[in-house]
């Protein structure tokens, strides 16, 4: 699938489930801005840009918004964040499947969690997709970046946030995550 094929796919996607979005011009590429609702995320959202650039792939990078950012900034645990997101990238790999049955469960994309390093104290979900492999698997890869990645860092939120605010020591956070967003 060609960079231009792409975005025409993501568009009638977006514009079929009635996802409201921007277009723009970010790094010299296409840029989708959309914006998700997540009750257990700090201001009840979360943000998501996916970049096309050319050659062979797309970015996709979900973070919570500024109220996320100005809680990890002001935080004076970051260094548990950081084993927090270790322990995530390492054991928490997403299982997508269509609640209609379109397609079974499968972990295609392993998303990184992170925070970025620009001084925003943004917290991430970034994933490069191929753009070959999107056209393989178009409906999952929609699903993925539309649904599923949003839907994930709304399920971290209470252990990234409760770390954050030292409300739950690192252990607690651990036992979270196992309990509530590992799959079986």
Known sequence: MSRTEAIIKMDAYLKNYNIYHQKDFDQGCRRFTMVYDSPASPGGFVESCIWFFPGDHAEVGVYYNEDGAEICKASENRDDLMWLINYINGYVFLKCQDPNGMYGPSTLYTPRLFMSCDGGYDIVIKTM?????????????????????????????????????????????YTYIDENVLED
């Open 129 to 173: 997709i191929n753009y070959d492999f999107w056209e393989l698997a178009n409906i999952e890869t929609l699903d993925y970046m539309t649904a599923y990645c949003p839907e994930l860092l709304d399920r971290l939120a209470p252990a990234i946030f409760g770390v954050l605010r030292g409300e739950q020591t690192i252990n607690e956070a």
